[in-house]
């Protein structure tokens, strides 16, 4: 049912984070499409307003999207392998809360979108076995 697809763009330029990030997001059921600027959401509100977007990108292509990144803050994951307190700071002041350090971790980014409100009111699905929540920076999908 179309209403209940649920989507994830991917924007960044490692092609094995993109694969990653593609494997894990599939597998929480959500409909990936891999882009290359956000300029390409622009037109494709329905479908951002129905999931989340992950992207590695400079804090000044944020500030040039400063409206979009507003507007849909909420479903913006930036992901990034360097976040220092001064960056973090600057984040949160242009609108940016969810902020996820690179290697992904998918327990991580599972609680993350787990915060996020869907139109549908479902969450995310949890793995099949037990899991934990506990904040893990080793990497990986086992722990």
Known sequence: METRTRWA???????FVRLSLNKILKKYGFRVEEIDDLSELEKRKREVRKGV????VEIEALERWLPFVKKW?????LISPLITDEINLRLKKIGIRRILKKPVEPRI???MIRGISFPDGK???AEK???SYRFDQKGG???
């Open 9 to 15: 763009f991917i924007l960044d330029q490692d092609e």
């Open 53 to 56: 977007i992950l992207a590695d």
């Open 109 to 111: 980014l599972r609680r």
């Open 129 to 131: 076995r037990g899991e």
């Open 73 to 77: 803050g909420e479903r913006f994951i």
């Open 141 to 143: 999908e086992g722990a």
């Open 123 to 125: 969450k995310v699905e």
